[in-house]
């Protein structure tokens, strides 16, 4: 069943010019990016964006560190590309993300904020937060002439 996700790759990643190894793995997994742009967020999307954690002690660190620069934007699909991304960005928390995730990789500290990437944790919050970043017209939808020949 194909299904779609939200993927922000946050700025650290910009910063340390890694953006295009993350894009890579998850074009290398199979799944298509089917909208990508790189913005600035104002705190009040980032709130919006992570309303159900606004209460949480790290909450706040996450906050400052999505607003010091551009984050990469992007809508990822794929059959059960929710599952598939989680899998692939590994552990939420820095200590707990394996080795040969993208978290694992990548992420530096031991902070929450510090792991470079956000995935969806649902089909139902990856619908939510698709529509705080994107309108429906900037997804582009097309179909792999290669499909199936993996």
């Known amino acids: 069943m194909m ?3 939200y993927i922000m790759l946050k ?6 010019r890694i953006a295009g190894e993350i894009i890579s793995r ?12 790189m913005v600035n967020l104002e705190r009040d999307t980032v709130q919006k964006h992570y309303e159900e954690h606004l209460k949480q002690e790290w909450y706040p660190l996450v ?18 590309a929710v599952m598939l991304m ?8 820095v200590e707990k993300a394996e080795p040969g ?4 990789d990548y992420a530096l500290g031991s902070i929450n904020p510090n792991n470079v990437i956000h995935a969806s944790d649902s089909t139902e919050s990856a619908e939510r937060e698709i529509k705080i970043f994107f309108d429906e017209s900037e997804i582009n939808l097309w179909e792999n002439p290669f499909e199936g020949w993996a």
Do not use: N, S, W
């Open 101 to 104: 995730t993208i978290r694992g």
């Open 26 to 37: 998850i074009e290398k997994k199979g799944l298509q990016i089917t909208a990508m742009k």
């Open 11 to 16: 700025p650290g990643v910009i910063h340390r």
């Open 63 to 80: 906050e400052d560190f999505v607003v010091k620069g551009p984050v990469i934007a992007m809508v990822v699909e794929g059959p059960k």
């Open 3 to 5: 299904e779609r996700t």
């Open 86 to 93: 989680r899998k692939l960005c590994g552990g939420t928390f």
